[in-house]
């Protein structure tokens, strides 16, 4: 007897329902080896009063099965909502989202008919861990959170991926030239991994000219890692420039679970009217059936989906009277793959996904051999001085504070306003104050947190609001901070 993988399932909100039950029926007639377990997430949950849009019953099934197929989701614009994607991701550790871009031209119009590259994002961290702070009465702040773990898991995920699909490179896309110590780590971790897989090519371009270059020559592009916001961006220009926004599924993976969907949302303009494209979701549910490893199935869906677009089969979405046969609705769409099962197409290449090789890929951050040689050397104290206090003055009170930190530059958006500042109008209001230990960084010696909250009473006694404290260490006697432009 053939055991069947157990999968939940969500059908979701607008189309959701209707592409869900066109993507079924092919799984069906494809033989998939599947047993679904729906669930019900989304827009009735967040309007029963669960704020995650997951019930328990949800979470439970999920710790069962371990794989989600899900349609997508209404987010409630404007109640305060978080997210339910985001909220599934990081509960669920699904550290990676796999886009892959890919042109299906002649058959859907593109300036560039030969994309095929994937885009592999980094789901977890950066500024999408969402913490975020208002500092003072016009300054909010948010912050960019990036762990050495984060980054190996994401980067060796990419590698991992190039080699299992015989992809040929993998770049790097990061703003290191700015974010020195965040953004920087991710492009020293991908130099060294990269190191690892020697078969592979590998290359790194500043996130804006990659971008540009993605928009112009997408189809100079393989494999493509990047961190969390980026990637977010990138992959919409890229499945736009595919023209492709309603074909493309992606996968959020997991080391225990995965999730997959179509990149697009819950199209309420068009729900209801069986016309919406199935092809997003169908996508995820190929990408997922290899994730499960049921290759054979994957193989034959694809092929028999490519048969169809090539033979002019298109829902409205696509429909180009020039270059399409017939326009057809949801459910007629589906039957079309159907009818097509066992043919492969005669423009596309063919696909083939070989039975065995693709099990799951799971990746995990290491921890560093050795721990380094912390030392707290000083600290960032910022304060909301809306008094517009100038420099000068604030420096006056901590010139003669005590002989163990000493103020070494007053910054306001990272650049120095004392001293020795030449800057016209320095905005005051929101600034932060450097003690060191030394004044010099050459000269820095260890600190305790006593002398720290010494220097939060000082500011406390002379009534300055600290509104955070940063402090100040050296790891090997390398600087763990970024010093101020002008310091
Ligand atoms: P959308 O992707 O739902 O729709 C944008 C446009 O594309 C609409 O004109 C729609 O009719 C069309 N479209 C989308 N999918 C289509 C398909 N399969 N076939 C044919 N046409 C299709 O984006 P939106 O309107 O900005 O968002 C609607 C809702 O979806 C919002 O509540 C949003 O939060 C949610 N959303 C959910 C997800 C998800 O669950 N992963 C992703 C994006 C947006």
Not at 475 to 485: I, K, P, S
Request: glycine share 6%.
């Amino acid at each position: 007897m053939t055991i069947k993988t157990p999968i939940t399932l969500a059908y979701g909100d607008g189309i959701g329902p209707e592409i869900m039950g066109a993507v079924l029926k092919i799984l069906d007639a494809a033989q998939a080896t599947l047993q679904f377990d729906v669930i019900e997430v989304g827009e009735k949950i967040y309007l029963q009063g669960e704020s995650s849009g997951i019930p328990d019953s949800a979470w439970q099934s999920l710790k069962r099965t371990r794989v989600l197929l899900k349609g997508p989701i209404t987010t409630p614009q404007g109640s305060g909502y978080k997210s339910l994607n985001v909220t599934m991701r990081k509960t669920l550790g699904l550290f990676a989202n796999v886009r892959p871009c890919i042109s299906y031209a002649p058959y859907v119009p593109t300036k560039f008919p030969h994309i095929n590259l994937v885009i592999i994002r980094e789901n977890e961290e950066d500024t999408y861990a969402g913490i975020e702070h208002r500092e003072t009465d016009e300054a909010y702040e948010c912050l960019k959170l990036i762990t050495r773990p984060g980054c190996e898991q994401i980067i060796r995920y990419a590698f991992e991926y190039a080699q299992k699909f015989n992809r040929k490179r993998v770049t790097c896309l990061s703003k290191d030239n700015i974010m020195k110590m965040t953004d920087g780590l991710f492009h020293r971790i991908f130099n060294e991994i990269a190191q690892e897989y020697p078969q592979i090519e590998h290359n790194h371009l500043i996130v804006d000219i990659g971008t540009a270059l993605i928009a112009t020559h997408p189809e100079r592009f393989d494999v493509i890692v990047t961190l969390n916001l980026y990637g977010d961006i990138i992959s919409d220009v890229a499945a736009q420039v595919a023209g492709s926004v309603g074909l493309a599924g992606s996968a959020n993976i997991g080391n225990h679970m995965a999730m997959f969907e179509a990149i697009h949302g819950s199209a309420p303009d068009i729900a209801g009217k069986n016309i919406a494209n199935p092809s997003g979701l169908l996508n995820a549910a190929i990408q997922m059936l290899i994730h499960i490893n049921q290759p054979k199935t994957a193989t034959a869906i694809e092929n028999a989906w490519l048969k169809t677009i090539e033979d002019g089969i298109h829902t409205a979405d696509i429909y180009a009277p020039n270059l399409s046969q017939q326009k057809v609705g949801t459910n007629a769409f589906a039957q079309a793959v159907i009818d097509r099962l066992g043919q492969e197409p005669t423009h596309f290449p063919k696909v083939y996904y070989e039975p065995g090789s693709y099990a799951k890929i799971q990746c995990y951050g290491g921890k560093p051999a050795v721990r380094s040689k912390k030392l707290l050397v000083g600290a960032d104290v910022f304060i909301d001085n809306s008094d517009d206090i100038p420099a000068e003055e604030l420096a006056k009170q901590f010139l003669a504070f005590d002989n163990t930190l000493k103020l070494v530059v007053i910054t306001s958006r990272g650049l120095k306003i004392w001293p020795n500042s030449t800057i016209e109008e320095p905005y005051l209001r929101y600034c932060c104050c450097r003690f060191q230990s030394a004044r010099t960084l050459d000269q820095l010696t260890p600190i305790t947190q006593a002398d720290v909250i010494k220097l939060y009473n000082k500011f406390n006694n002379l009534n300055v609001e600290v509104t955070k404290i940063a402090n100040l260490y050296t790891y090997d006697g390398q600087l763990g901070f970024t010093l101020a432009q002008g310091q």
